[in-house]
Each structure stands twice: as C-alpha cells, then as structure tokens.
Nanobody, 126 residues
Framework: QVQLVESGGGLVQAGGSLRVSCAAS????????MGWFRQAPGKEREFVAA????????NYADSVKGRFTISRDNAKNMVYLQMNSLKPEDTAVYYC???????????????????WGQGTQVTVSS
C-alpha cells in the first residue's frame, strides 16, 4: 500500500503559476500509474491529469490542456503538477492518486485509482 502526501498548494493571482507535488512512500513507485484530481466546493471530484508508469504517456482534462503539465521522477518517488496561466475556476483541493498496474497506460477515471492523498488547497484570486 502506497501512502501519498501532497504539498505546494497556496494562494496565487489569476495568470500566475504554481507547482504542486506528491511524495509517495513505496519502494516500488515505478509500478504505479499516477494521477491528479481536484474538487471544488460543492462539486464532485474531477480528473485533471494522468501519467503512465514510465512517464511516456500523459493525459489531461480539456479544461487544463495547454496550461498544466504532469511529470514524475521515479528515482525520487515524486509526481508533480505544474500549473500555469491559472484561472479562478482552478480553485480547488488537488489530490494525488496512485494505481498499481502492470500496464504502461494512464488512467483517467476516479474509480480506477486505489490510493489517495489528503489533498492540498489551491486558491486562485481574480
């Protein structure tokens, strides 16, 4: 079982940038596909970005495509979400998620992930 801890959230002005990070406590990080999801107040948790085990395949929600970049460092057990050109509608709690897999695919559905972090708050002011 992998434990995930997010960090790097905060308050930023619209148009600004922020990078959130997720540290995974496991000796076998490279067998996990990773994803970022977010949940705004009063809304359901939604997919943001996903990355395959070897970081060779990524996928993004249409709302963040071209602005956000997901990456991972398997040597450091870390996954990142670089967020540029932030908008007030990006305000949410951002969650890191992991899925043990033998494939080299990414996963974009909330139900496909078995491990979740506690989340980090990102607030974008207008």
């Amino acid at each position: 079982q992998v434990q995930l801890v997010e960090s790097g959230g905060g308050l930023v002005q619209a148009g600004g940038s922020l990078r959130v990070s997720c540290a995974a406590s496991t000796r076998t990080f490279s067998v996990y596909a990773m994803g970022w999801f977010r949940q705004a107040p009063g809304k359901e948790r939604e997919f943001v970005a996903a990355i395959s085990r070897r970081a060779n395949i990524t996928n993004y929600a249409d709302s963040v495509k071209g602005r956000f970049t997901i990456s991972r460092d398997n040597a450091k057990n870390m996954v990142y979400l670089q967020m540029n050109s932030l908008k007030p509608e990006d305000t949410a709690v951002y969650y890191c998620a992991a899925r043990f897999t033998s494939t080299f695919n990414y996963y974009s559905l909330l139900s496909q992930y078995t491990n979740w972090g506690q989340g980090t708050q990102v607030t974008v002011s207008s």
